[in-house]
């Protein structure tokens, strides 16, 4: 079945630091990715996405971009703020499947001022 | 995006009460979906709620335990029965904006514990 592997956590990085979270995946066909974050206290918010190969999705300086190759989709920003501190979940919604979500794992990031 | 209300958004639900969870879409969706997040864990889809059929159970989760309703197409309701510690989670209910599972958001969650 469609399955998500994400990078383990907890990432503690300080402020301004190059973020870099792992996602693979395993489906058939053609799916979709995302990433959603949950900032402490609160529900999921989808941050980026990507609808079919190659795609780049890019939101609040994060971006990721849908590799068919090597079934990936990592997620990275440039330059962090304590702001970022949150849950990040990658998943994958695959046609077929009527398009329900997996998840991975979660990967915990905080940011240090 | 869409915008989806849930209630309560928080519960402290006692031991063997069932509690009925409410998801408010503003828009109308085919697609609904009910998750559980259990402490720290990430997200299981407990089922899938179309309008005008019943609902499509995952594997490890029953009617019987959750019931779930869905009326029209922008309103579903989740109860989660005869509750047990073991309850206390994050439900969350999502839908699919543009029905072709590319525009999928979430509710704030519903956020019980059960004592």
């Known amino acids: 079945g469609d399955s998500v592997t994400q990078m383990e956590g907890p990432v503690t990085l300080s402020e301004e630091a190059f973020l870099t979270i792992n996602c693979t995946y395993t489906?058939?066909?053609?799916?979709?990715l995302f990433w959603y974050v949950q900032y402490p206290g609160e529900g999921l918010q989808l941050l980026l996405k990507?609808?079919?190969?190659?795609d780049k999705g890019s939101n609040k300086g994060f971006e990721a971009t849908y590799r068919k190759e090597t079934t990936s989709f990592h997620l990275e920003k440039g330059s962090v703020q304590v702001s970022d501190s949150a849950v990040y979940f990658c998943a994958l919604s695959a046609p077929g499947y009527d398009y329900k979500l997996s998840f991975g794992a979660g990967t915990t990031v905080t940011v240090r001022a | 995006s869409a915008v989806i209300s849930q209630k309560p958004s928080r519960d402290i639900c006692q031991r063997g009460t069932s509690l009925t969870i409410q998801c408010q879409v503003d828009?109308?969706?085919?697609?609904m979906f009910w998750y559980r997040q259990q402490p720290g864990q990430s997200l299981t889809l407990i089922a899938t709620?179309?309008?005008?059929?019943?609902?499509?159970?995952e594997s490890g989760f029953v009617i019987d335990k959750f019931p779930i309703s869905r009326p029209n197409l922008t309103f579903s309701t989740l109860t989660v029965s005869n509750m047990s510690p073991e309850d206390s989670s994050i439900y969350l209910c999502s839908v699919d904006q543009g029905g072709l599972g590319n525009t999928i958001y979430f509710g704030e969650g519903s956020w019980l514990t059960v004592v």
């Open positions: 990507a609808t079919k190969a190659d």
């Open positions: 828009s109308q969706v085919t697609m």
């Open positions: 709620a179309n309008q005008g059929s019943e609902a499509t159970y």
């Open positions: 489906a058939t066909g053609y799916p979709s």
